[in-house]
């Protein structure tokens, strides 16, 4: 064979074009320290804020409520891990799902080390929450809870808004997981009613090892990553200019072609489902 043809999307994609052209001047004649006082750091700093403030009209944020982070995975662990040990309160507890990704689940486990009460609640045979039980895990002690909007691995779509209602009639943080659905889903934070969401580029045709955390202004998140006072003491170290500008771009971009690509997607999805189903006896499609 000497053809191939690629079809893990889902995993990760190729760098567009047009990001890579927004990130090339970052690389050399414009890579610069953003956190320099003379005239190229601050103009490493603009292009930054740029970055930032494109991201946020996206997600429909404050452009301080958006961190840059190093991927997906750090981004998930900075919502956990850092509202975890910012707490000052009884709420001990952290609620989530046996479904979610790694990212959350090992964040989870380096929670509970730390002495925190971890509580899955189970799912039906379609990968959706049970809202008994989420209901029911859901109290007076639960810090935050952590559910992803989409699924990485079976596509299911989770009621996040629901979801994030009940946390906050307890007094609880809301997060979600929303790596998987960068390229296809509405991301406006304000209509989920999260109060961190995770992203990663490499999702929606940007650079892999650059990610995204929305943190709702007001919320406490300690560093994973301690040194400067970069990303609003958040995460700290030297800016990744060239990332963030990609990120920002790859995010406008799926963020004005998201009906398009959504449809498009869907009809090919349905095309294989349906000639599957019609070919292989007792397949059930998740």
């Known amino acids: 064979m000497t053809n191939r043809l690629y079809l893990d999307y889902a995993a990760t994609t190729p760098v567009r ?3 890579l052209a927004a990130m090339l001047p970052f ?5 610069y320290n953003a956190s320099s006082v003379h005239a190229e750091g601050r103009a490493a700093k603009a292009a930054l804020d740029d970055a930032r403030e494109r991201v946020a009209r996206v997600l429909h944020c404050r452009p301080k409520e958006v961190v840059f982070t190093g991927g997906g995975s750090e981004a998930d662990t900075l919502a956990i891990l850092g509202t975890a040990r910012a707490s000052v309160n009884d709420r001990k507890a952290l609620v989530s ?11 989870l486990a380096a929670a509970a080390d730390e002495g925190f009460e971890t509580r899955f609640v189970p799912v039906d045979r379609d990968g959706l929450a049970l809202p008994d039980a989420l209901a029911a895990a859901i109290d007076e002690r639960t810090l935050l809870v952590s559910v ?3 699924n990485n691995e ?4 989770q009621p996040v808004k629901t979801i994030a209602q009940l946390a906050h009639r307890s007094g609880a943080l809301f997060h979600t997981d929303a790596v998987q659905a960068g390229q296809y889903l ?4 304000r209509e989920l009613e999260a109060d961190l969401v995770s992203l990663a580029a490499h999702k929606f045709y940007g650079p892999k090892g650059t990610g995204v955390l929305y943190v709702r202004e007001g919320i406490a998140v300690k560093p994973l990553i301690h040194g400067g006072s970069q990303e609003f003491g958040k995460r700290a170290g030297t800016e990744n200019v060239a ?3 990609g990120l920002a771009t790859a995010l406008e971009l799926a963020a004005a072609e998201r009906t398009e690509a959504a449809d498009r997607v869907r009809s090919v999805r349905d095309a294989f489902e349906q000639r599957v189903l ?5 397949v059930r499609v998740n």
């Not at 690389?27 to 890579?31: A, E, H, K, N, R």
């Not at 079976?154 to 779509?157: F, H, M, P, Q, T």
């Not at 509405?186 to 934070?189: H, Y």
Request: proline share 5%; no cysteine.
């Open 17 to 19: 074009e047009e990001v």
């Open 27 to 31: 690389f050399s004649q414009s890579g």
């Open 97 to 107: 799902l046996p479904t979610e990704h790694h990212a959350v689940l090992h964040a």
């Open 148 to 150: 992803m909007l989409a």
């Open 154 to 157: 079976l596509g299911v779509l």
């Open 186 to 189: 509405d991301l406006d934070v």
């Open 243 to 245: 990332a963030a500008v």
């Open 278 to 282: 019609a070919r292989i006896p007792d």
